[in-house]
């Protein structure tokens, strides 16, 4: 019997090899095995080609064909269920080939046509409404979803929320499925804060800088490939880093923390690698990251980050060692919640629920505001690179103009004014340049702000779906306790495990808010020092100008 | 027989009661008296109607029907030729009727549209090429017109241009026609100066202030009107003028002086007078207008201008004399030359013919900078009040938005931040605010300035014309002379002449050149500390957001 599968959503094909497919389609695979989040078959018109494995169930003996579950692991919730194969297939193949793979230079193909933004001009026409560099929330892709999407823009997030309770290994926690073994080194601990749960804080805090990066050539160069010199404070030793290091290592910190919110990298890029400005803007990107990763508590204290940052870009047998014992890490997932140790006083769930749904409602606010933040400054950034330079130039021009008609008058006493007319002139162009270059300096880094939090805004959604699974478990086992179809001590296992993930996602909504505040401030602070330097600048180059007209 | 005409130039007739005729045309007259600058007549195709009288001839017994002297008086040179009246007619109307038609209140009586610039915006379209408040050199009207057009756009500067010269008595100047007596007080003198001729400077100069003007009325407030007082500076005593005395004045002015470039007044506008905006806008006008006349050495001395400045506004007998004086004085157009001395060597008319093509060039292109300039500021006024206003509360909106977005985290360590947002955006609304301001304080006064200068450039065009024609009447002589025509003596009075007119001519150029040069100077320091202070005031206000930040 052919191997049939169901269409969980509609698929429409963009590229070459792929066929759509319409929800609740049936299809034949030919394989179950998928090719990088790919499978291949055909759909029920009998054409043949790819379709993305997330968007389908496999049919086994034709269960659950018509189930509301669809999306369950075919083994039901049975025994047999292992939350951490499902977890991590998505990732199987960029992060858990051979290392012979990362050869495979899929991040240096080009495939892609060229993103706007790095030839010439990166922000949206004066008048138009065009792509933002910055793709904003609506767009972003789940971070479930980050690595399987070839075509990423038609799987959109949450697409999948409801299984991200199952997928994130929440409920298997929650039910008490998860089982491991918890070293010292692995405790987490969720401490009460001033303002609530909070992560323990790091007691040894690092940073890590990266230096601009170089362009890296191998096999006699035939090969290049940028590399990004990092330098962690706490070990003062650079390594070199590439993208699809730090891409594999974004996929671990995914698949080990359901609660965290792990900064997003950079986007990809498939052309124009090698042009400054990207090399640049990536680094601002990773930068940012990194800012986020060892200003988190945990994450800045995990084994696979650890190895990642101090590993010698020279020993390739232990960074080879590093990377297999994080891919085989049993503490991830479902298990992660076994590592994390709460107060000693349970909370009040009726009290986590009403700060749950307030961030909830934080968080939309603060993605809509975000988002307009982002779209007007990227506006005002195009219109003072378009609009008000040409503005003042077309000031200063005139004022140009004018000096050279007074200039046919070749009276001694004319000849002071033209020259002061046509440096007013001069400085009128100098300050349309300015304003040019002024957006780079200012808005760019606000910008660049907004897009590490628009990333964080995406990954709260499954957060919160995580603790508020946990959540209806907890009440579900109430009503069967009174029902009499669970026995007691069960509801109550099941209750303290929804305190752990609780704890653990305040935790980290309370940690979400401190960075928050930092970098806002921090950021306005830098915004408004450049728009003091700037405007100070122009009033300094006015100045030059007042001063010819002295002995004019 | 009936009274023929013949038209020196096309009219196309734009209103009911006119019709047009074609040049050379030849047109039947009513009668040989003109109404306020119209004939009424018949023209070659049996039409009715009004046109110009200064665009024909009268033909007396057919005398020069194909003459290039077309235009020459209707008695030709004969001695009845009295320069005076040709060149009083065309100021008859408005400015020599009996004392109470002052009180035919054409300057406040309401037939024309509303003009641009009183309600609300006073600036382009940002996009359109909308109708520019100050009108510009091209569709201004020649002086010598400016009272007699009835329907003025039709009548364009220098469409009379050669009958300049004999309108403004130049001509009969040169050809020894001119006679009057000479009183001291009348004198003016040229002198040799470090640049060339030069008026001789007014021995005790003198400025004069013009104060908000206030709202009067008079036959019980039946009547309003606006009255401006005067304080000059030589007499420390206040007097109050109409607009319409100063519409008297300079319509004396120019009758009076060919070859001086009498400043143009703001123009009359029927609607809208009493409205802040158009007070304010003519006072200005006024004022710049005051400044050149007191800064010219001949214009503010003479009689008229002294009666003006100087007559108490309550003696309605002493005005009434000094205005019937005025009115009656025999040294204008032609006469007005008898009063001028010059220095006692004679130009060489080779160099004084390279001064005035030189100047001509200059007065073209300097028209066209101003025009560029006008245009240029016009639209930068316009786009700070409209886009860059716009561009910064938009801004300024945006951070307030996301303050309030962080508002709904009430945790007690991001309030701070959020007042320090929410101010920021309050500053950026105001610098918004600023940016819709600004052009009144710096623009406006360069738009002003420039409206000024563009008046004098509509005068030189006829006042290079009077020197040429002065120029070519020797160059006529000296051929005549040559072919026996003309006796040595009658060419050698000629050439005097011209010399004196050429004095005349350079000393109102280099006149020009020193009032523009410090006008100049002194708009543009004015403009440059004006935005200086205005981006000092934007960094101050940058300066408070950012202190809220420190306790934030």
Redesign the interface.
């Known amino acids: 019997m052919a191997l049939r599968a169901r269409a969980l959503y509609d698929f429409n094909s963009e590229n070459p090899g792929e066929v759509s497919v319409k929800e609740n389609e049936i299809l034949t695979l030919y394989s179950e095995q998928d090719i990088e989040g790919w499978f291949e078959g055909t759909n029920s018109k009998g054409e043949r080609g790819l379709f993305p494995a997330s968007y389908v169930e496999i049919l086994r003996n034709d269960t659950y064909p018509d189930s509301r579950y669809a999306n369950v692991p075919s083994g039901g919730f049975d025994g047999s269920y292992n939350p951490q194969s499902k977890q991590s297939h998505a990732y199987q193949q960029p992060s858990q080939g051979s290392d012979d793979d990362w050869d495979d230079e899929w991040d240096d193909s080009s495939t892609v046509a060229d993103e706007p933004g790095t030839a010439g001009g990166r922000y949206h026409d004066f008048e138009g409404n065009g792509p933002s560099t910055y793709r904003v929330s609506t767009a972003s892709m789940s971070r479930g979803n980050a690595q399987q999407a070839k075509s990423s823009a038609t799987v959109s997030r949450n697409l999948n929320r409801f299984s991200t309770f199952v997928k994130s290994g929440g409920e298997a926690f929650v039910l008490g499925e998860a089982s491991g073994f918890v070293k010292d080194g692995d405790k987490i601990c969720v401490v009460m804060g001033q ?1 609530g749960p909070e992560w323990q804080e790091n007691p040894y805090p690092f940073t890590c800088t990266i230096d601009d990066p170089t362009k890296q050539t191998k096999f006699k160069g035939m090969k290049s490939y940028i590399s990004y010199k990092l330098t962690p404070t706490h070990t003062q030793t650079q390594v070199n880093r590439r993208y699809k290091h730090f891409d594999w290592l974004y996929a671990r910190l995914v698949e080990k923390f359901p609660v965290i919110s792990v900064p997003h990298i950079p986007e990809k890029q498939a052309t124009g690698r090698f042009e400054e400005d990207f090399i640049s803007k990536r680094r601002k990107g990773l930068i940012w990251w990194m800012n986020h990763m060892t200003s988190h508590p945990v994450l800045a204290r995990c084994d696979v980050f650890q190895h990642f940052l101090t590993c010698s870009s020279t020993d390739e047998k232990a960074w080879k060692q590093g990377k297999r014992k994080a891919e085989k890490d049993d503490m991830v997932g479902a298990n992660f919640f076994l590592t994390i140790s709460t107060p000693a006083a349970p909370l009040d769930f009726q009290e986590v629920e009403s700060k749950i749904d ?1 961030f909830k ?2 968080t939309k ?2 993605d ?3 988002l ?2 982002n ?3 990227n ?2 950034a195009r ?1 003072q690179i378009s ?2 330079k040409k ?1 003042y130039q ?2 200063g ?3 140009k ?2 000096s ?3 200039e ?7 000849a002071g ?1 033209n020259q ?2 046509s440096f ?1 002139g001069d400085v009128y162009e100098a300050i349309g340049e300015y304003f040019a270059e002024q957006p780079n300096k200012d808005l760019d880094p606000i910008m660049d702000l907004l897009a590490v939090y628009q990333g964080h805004l995406t990954n709260y959604p499954d957060i919160i779906h995580v603790q508020k699974g946990a959540l209806t478990k907890v009440k579900e086992s109430q009503k069967h306790v009174e029902e009499g179809k669970m026995d007691r001590a069960q509801a109550e296992g099941i209750k303290e495990r929804c305190n752990i993930i609780s704890c653990a996602t305040l935790a980290e909504i309370q940690h979400f ?2 960075i ?2 930092r970098d ?2 921090a950021q ?2 830098h915004y ?2 450049q ?2 330097a700037f ?2 600048k ?2 300094g180059k ?2 030059e ?2 001063q010819k ?1 002295d002995n ?1």
């Open positions: 303002y307030g409602t934080f606010r603060m809509d505001s975000t307009q933040v779209t007007t400054v506006e005002f219109k609009g008000f503005e077309k000031v021009m005139s004022f103009i004018l050279q008609a007074f046919m008058d070749q009276q001694a006493y004319s004014l002061a007319i007013t808010h401190h928050r505040v806002f401030k306005m602070q408004l020092q728009q003091i405007f100070q122009i009033t006015l100045e100008a007042l007209y004019a």
